[in-house]
């Protein structure tokens, strides 16, 4: 709930952009309209506007990433924004004292933006309690938590393919349980209007939360495919995975591996989407991964997009508000 207000200044703009969770639908379709608006700049041939000149963005990374950095990187180039990149090792960082640390140091090089990505759920959260009134904060990936900008990517991808969410029966297979991905997605699909969102996994990769979250639980393969329109595979996040959750990967994709077989269960015009890295023959066949069905180096490209919106639309929120936590 606080983080709701967090994120917004008191106009209700966005002012930071930590979780789908919470935020208004009409928000959730202005970030993709903007988006939309900046799809054209990529083929101009100086693929730059000056939304953000004069400000610096930094990219704080405790975590690994390549989509996700170089597209927010791209992003902020492309609004005409100065970039840093900080590499943090995830084994030197201490959270708390730390972080606190990390960030007054950046802020007294009048830093405006901070993109996070943190092995630690609420970690944005955190950062964006404690900076300063001018500073916006978005979160790249907190722990197992949130990853608000790549299910955007996803709703955009969803909405360029289907046009309406009402109509749209999605199904998300895959470790559920450690996904901050999936958790962002169901809060944007539901927002939006989705009316069948299907979770597909073994029973101990579904969290205790679920149900509570308004979707449809499947622990069968072929029975959750049955006549969706879109699929979402998801990684084995084995970094996240305290013991074993799996039989072996070779089981795993003989239960819940993507193949052509398994597509045919789906509309005959189903999409299907991976926000990346994908593990071929683990979670999906690379005859899926680059089928005619697949949308996954879309989604890629529409990172940019969705990327530049949030910053754009970030960086015109209210100096004057308060530090509403
Ligand atoms: C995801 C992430 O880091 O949460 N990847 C991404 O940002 N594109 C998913 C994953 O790591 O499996």
Redesign the pocket.
Known sequence: MKQQHLQLDNNKRLRHFLTTEGLKRDLLVEILDTAESFTSITHQQVKKVPLLRGKTVVNLFFEA?T??RTTFELAAKRLSADVLNINVPASATNKGETLLDTLRNLEAMHCDMFVVRHQNSGAAHFIAQHCAPHVSVLNA?DGSHA?PT?AMIDMFTIRRHKQEFHTLSVAIVGDILH???ARSQIHALSTLGVPDIRVIAPRTLIPAEASSLGVHVYHDLDQGLDGVDVIIM??L?RERMSSALLPSEHEYFKLYGLTKEKLALAKPDVIVMH???INRGVEMDSSVADGEHSVILQQVSHGISIRMAVMSMTMQHDLHSGQDT
């Open positions: 990433s989509r996700t990936g990853h790549q996904s901050r991905v998801l990684r996040q926000p990346g890295p």
